[in-house]
């Protein structure tokens, strides 16, 4: 399989419990976030994203929250399930990059039976 | 349906050849990237075009190079001065520059032997 998301923080969880994934981004100028889900072998897939202007965002079984004082980004994954073993990983749009995505190394998250 | 092709999926190259990978987008989007994935990195910008016929370096454009002739296309060649070309390269379009997420393609896994 794919090498993408060797030596990444793994997350592992069991089936049907609450997941928490973790992101700190650079820049405290950043006005756009977004949270990617990768599985193994096939390209990023929007998950969800946000403002920051806001603080929370939910979608379906996700929650994204904004913490811009501490510069962190959270993901929160209800209920998990083991179609959610994937790599996560988050992206901002900082001012100062010449408006181009950072995005940060990833999460392995592992769902366990 | 709409989306991103990227092609070929892997791809397997002697050192000191060029190779071209394919993107190709029905999007309709103005703009499109070439990133490069290593394990345990987050995306590095390799060149990205906001329109036809014009396109602009990213972080790691040294021994890469583009083209953008139509809309829909924006091939990535790996040349043979790029001295680690071994990587997961991924293709991604948005509707404008940094409006939104970014839309990605399967990616090509290139092995340089």
């Known amino acids: 399989g794919e090498s993408v998301g060797l030596h990444l923080p793994t997350l592992s969880v069991q089936e049907g419990d609450n997941s928490i994934i973790n992101c700190a981004y650079s820049n405290s100028a950043s006005d756009y976030f977004i949270w990617y889900k990768q599985e193994s072998g096939k390209g990023p897939q929007f998950i969800i994203d946000?403002?920051?202007?806001?603080d929370k965002r939910q979608g379906q079984r996700v929650t994204v929250l904004l913490n811009k004082t501490v510069k962190h980004l959270s993901l929160q994954i209800a209920a998990t399930q083991p179609g959610d073993s994937a790599v996560y990983f988050c992206a901002e749009i900082p001012e100062d990059y010449g408006q181009n995505f950072v995005f940060g190394p990833g999460t392995r998250l592992s769902v366990l039976p | 349906d709409g989306g991103i092709t990227q092609s070929p999926k892997y791809l397997f190259r002697k050192e000191g050849q060029n190779v071209t990978l394919s993107c190709e987008q029905n999007l309709n989007h103005d703009a499109m990237y070439w990133y490069r994935q290593d394990p345990g990195q987050g995306l590095r910008l390799i060149y990205y075009s906001q329109i036809v016929n014009d396109f602009q370096k990213g972080d790691i454009a040294e021994g890469y190079s583009v083209s953008r002739e139509k809309k829909e296309s924006f091939p990535l060649t790996v040349t043979s001065a790029q001295k680690n070309p071994t990587a997961f390269y991924l293709c991604?379009?948005?509707?404008?520059?940094?409006?939104?997420?970014?839309?990605f393609g399967e990616g090509s896994r290139l092995t340089v032997l």
């Open positions: 991604a379009s948005s509707i404008l520059k940094n409006t939104g997420e970014l839309f």
């Open positions: 946000i403002r920051s202007n806001m």
